[in-house]
């Protein structure tokens, strides 16, 4: 009964429990490169679209030759109508189309404003979004083109007429993810839930291992008994010893993640390591204790990874990066709270991407270690609830 | 034969074990429903508003405040916060507490009569790309538009109160953009039309896994397992299809019909791609269980398998844009072919020759029942073989007498 063998006995039992380790460290690995992978592109490109072009004017070949040449768009049909077009969409063989009317030269000319028509396929909206993005990049040259000739031509001076082809320029900057590119999106989010739904499962199976039978009164369970530390060593003893563990583990997987993973797919870390570890205990701490919550929780250990898996898309979508939380409904977001994810997904987000302050995150910090404490004295309360009754038979 | 292996035994047997298992009844009957909801209701403003945004507003001129103005009345935008130094309005950029920082420059009226042309910069935050591309494109518009009502009423004068002419000159290009197949822009019904079939996918799998796993809980249920042939194995799995299909015909008619979604395809069509992912899912989640023959161990597969499945439906992301190996990984997942069939009949209204391929891979999936009898044989034959010892032959020969 000594802390070196409850030590020993901790370690043997996380080490020999294979679905626990094939989660924590095969899992781990293989998310780590299964889940970028959809998106090493980091930007949608060349993205093809049809072009119906009734002028047949030089100009009208000029557009297209411009909107061909943008990095969003691949002009790769040429067809006659609106229906020929919206056919080849629905076939998947391109994802929009632009339309040039009759005049369009002539209209430009008299000064009539001609109108151009821009589709794109909205069943996909990151597709939609970057056709139109090429499309309007290239008219909106294009304008600018045909004004500062008529500022030349009305006798302006050519180096003041580009500089005044629009009153007041905009200049749109994509601030903390300035290629605007998925990946840089998608992995430092969804890398911690990976972290946090790993160690849910990893604790929840430990616990709900050990505790879900009961043992019955009879000889051949004494022995089972002697064997089961977890039932002769005081909770606290187990809780701390097997929180030690899996934090050393853990520290250990956060930094392949926020370390290896992140500079091998080029995603930016702004944070200091001393400011990442003050915002990475209270999550790890938080997220180990709410496992063993669940694990104590639930009659069988196989639930624990069925209510991880299940609750991962709940989760990821109301953390506040892909649907604003401002448009979330308050009960969900209420709610949302009470899991490590949603706060600690901000914080990291704050930190390593946005370059945020570790004082500003204050909040979180304080919100992380109050989960921890709320889900600690949880696990102590079920745990020895869960002990004696394992016991009382006997 | 005793009657005992009639065909509505094994099925009554089948539903004392589903109405026994609270777990069970949940994942089957309540829990789908919920998750949809949740899902849902996240998503229920459809169309993202008053996202907040920061302005510091060096000049605070008319033509400023107008500009200001402007943004604000964009529907997506919101002007939360007015900053009088950009040091201060960084700290509420990267604190995140607003998505875009407006800087307008020291005297942008002044610059603007002149005709100099002054440079607003906005800052937006594009680690939330959906957010910060919200936020651009409204942005964008709005400044379009007041730049255009500047410039048509400078061109008024020119053109001595031609307004048609006045907007030809501001505007010397016009365009409209028309959205195909989504015409509301709707992000809810984008992102939840697919998310959906995504948890289906894992409640479908792991309650098959679950259901497979009851049998083992008893002390000599296990053998029970291997004692089965085909005929069993699909009696067994006939209740969960049928309740699944159930489902997605709910979901069906709960948003395309009750909630009025757009809905251009043929209804025969979508529910039959239904059942044919629901039988697909049903058979991986048979070969899952019996190749680990451990409920924890195939649970563990469940979650390394269909857990990141919506990263892989192509649909907040391109597949065009995928390398060939997310291609292959895609192709393994019953929900990325379900979800093109779902797209060409909900948005496309395609006829079945267009989708046929995808269909013909869900019914291919069903190939996993012949491996997992494979599986089973296998095993039995191996526990024959190995052991001599008789408690085993006879929890076999009771289970071969039940048969």
């Not at chain 1, 020993?8 to 899992?27: C, H, Q, R, Y």
């Amino acid at each position: 009964m000594t802390w070196t063998k409850l030590f020993k006995s901790e370690l043997n039992a996380i080490l020999t429990n294979i679905p626990l380790m094939v989660t924590v460290f095969a899992g781990v690995i293989f998310y780590s490169f299964l889940y970028p992978l959809p998106y090493s592109q980091q930007t949608p490109q060349q993205q093809k679209i049809a072009v119906i072009n009734l002028d047949q004017s030089q100009l009208s070949r000029t557009l297209e030759r411009m909107v061909d040449a943008t990095p969003q768009i691949k002009i790769t049909e040429q067809v006659r109508n609106i229906n020929a077009a919206k056919f080849l969409v629905i076939r998947g063989e391109i994802q929009g189309f632009l339309l040039i009317p009759h005049n369009f030269y002539r209209d430009l000319l008299l000064e009539k404003s001609p109108h151009l028509t821009l589709t794109g396929n909205a069943s996909y909206f990151l597709v939609y979004g970057t056709i139109i993005e090429g499309l309007a990049r290239s008219i909106g040259t294009l304008s600018a083109q045909v004004k500062v000739t008529r500022m030349v031509v009305k006798g302006d001076n050519i180096v003041l007429a580009a500089s005044q082809y629009a009153p007041i320029k905009l200049n749109m900057k994509p601030t903390f993810n300035a290629s605007v590119g998925y990946l840089n999106y998608v992995v430092p989010a969804v890398f911690v839930l990976i972290l946090h739904q790993t160690l849910l499962i990893a604790m929840g199976l430990l616990t709900a291992g050990q505790f879900e039978n009961k043992i019955k009164n009879s000889p051949e369970n004494e022995k089972v008994l002697k064997n089961s530390y977890w039932l002769q060593y005081p909770v606290w003893k187990i809780v701390l010893v097997r929180t030690l563990l899996m934090l050393a583990i853990y520290l250990f997987l956060s930094f392949y993640y926020f370390g290896y993973s992140f500079e091998s797919y080029g995603i930016s870390r702004l944070a200091t390591i001393p400011d990442l570890l003050s915002l990475m205990f209270p999550f790890l701490l938080s997220v180990i204790f709410l496992g063993m919550t669940l694990g104590l929780l639930i009659p069988r250990k196989e639930l624990v990874t069925l209510i991880v898996i299940l609750s991962s898309l709940p989760l990821v979508f109301s953390a506040g990066f892909i649907w604003p939380t401002s448009n979330i409904p308050l009960a969900i977001n209420v709610v949302a709270q009470f899991f490590p994810s949603t706060s600690a997904i901000t914080g990291f987000l704050r930190l390593n991407q946005m370059g945020d302050s570790i004082e500003s995150l204050v909040h979180i910090r304080q919100q992380l270690w109050l989960l921890t404490i709320l889900y600690a004295m949880l696990t102590m309360l079920l745990m020895s609830n869960k002990q004696q009754k394992v016991t009382a038979v006997k | 034969m005793k009657p005992a292996s009639t065909f509505s035994f094994d099925l009554n047997k089948e539903w004392q074990l589903i109405s026994q298992d609270a777990w069970l009844k949940a994942l089957l009957f309540w829990l789908p429903i919920a998750l949809a909801f949740i899902l849902w209701a996240i998503f229920s403003v459809g169309i993202a508003r008053n996202l907040a945004i920061g302005v510091v507003d060096l000049d605070n001129s008319v033509m400023s405040r107008g500009l200001t103005r402007h943004y604000d009345a964009s529907p997506s935008l919101l002007v939360t916060k007015h900053f009088s130094s950009v040091k201060q309005a960084k700290i509420a950029f990267r604190n995140g507490s607003i998505y875009g920082l407006v800087i307008i420059p020291f005297e942008l009226e002044k610059n603007t009569v002149l005709g100099k042309s002054p440079q607003v910069t906005v800052f937006y935050n594009s680690q939330y790309i959906l957010i910060g591309k919200l936020i651009n494109a409204a942005v964008v518009q709005a400044h379009g538009t007041y730049i255009a009502k500047i410039e048509t009423f400078k061109y008024l004068v020119n053109t001595h109160g031609q307004v048609d002419q006045a907007i030809g000159e501001a505007l010397p290009i016009s365009s409209q953009v028309t959205p195909l197949f989504n015409s509301n822009n709707h992000y809810g019904q984008f992102l939840v039309s697919a998310a959906i079939p995504a948890v289906w996918q894992i409640l479908i799998i792991a309650t098959v896994v679950l259901a497979f796993g009851a049998y083992q809980r008893g002390s000599t249920r296990g053998n029970e397992l291997l004692a089965m042939n085909g005929r069993n194995m699909l009696v067994k799995l006939i209740p969960y299809v049928v309740i699944f299909w159930l489902q997605g015909m709910l979901f069906n008619s709960v948003f395309y019909g009750v909630m009025n979604w757009p809905m251009h395809g043929s209804w025969l069509l979508l529910v039959f791609a239904q059942l044919l992912f629901v039988i697909a899912c049903v058979s991986v989640a048979t070969l899952f269980f019996f190749i680990t023959f451990d409920v924890t161990r195939a649970m563990s597969l469940v979650a390394g398998f269909a857990a990141p499945a919506f990263a892989f439906m192509g649909v907040t992301f391109p597949t065009s844009d995928m390398p060939w190996l997310a291609h292959f990984w895609r192709n393994l997942l019953p929900s990325s072919h379900y979800i093109e069939i779902q797209v060409q009949q909900v948005n496309y209204g395609v006829a079945l020759v267009y989708s046929s391929g995808h269909y013909l891979v869900l019914i291919v999936f069903m190939s996993c029942f012949y491996f997992s009898i494979l599986l089973i044989n296998k095993r039995k034959s191996a526990l024959l073989r190995q052991s001599k010892n008789t408690d085993a032959l006879t929890a076999i020969g009771v289970n071969n007498d039940m048969d």
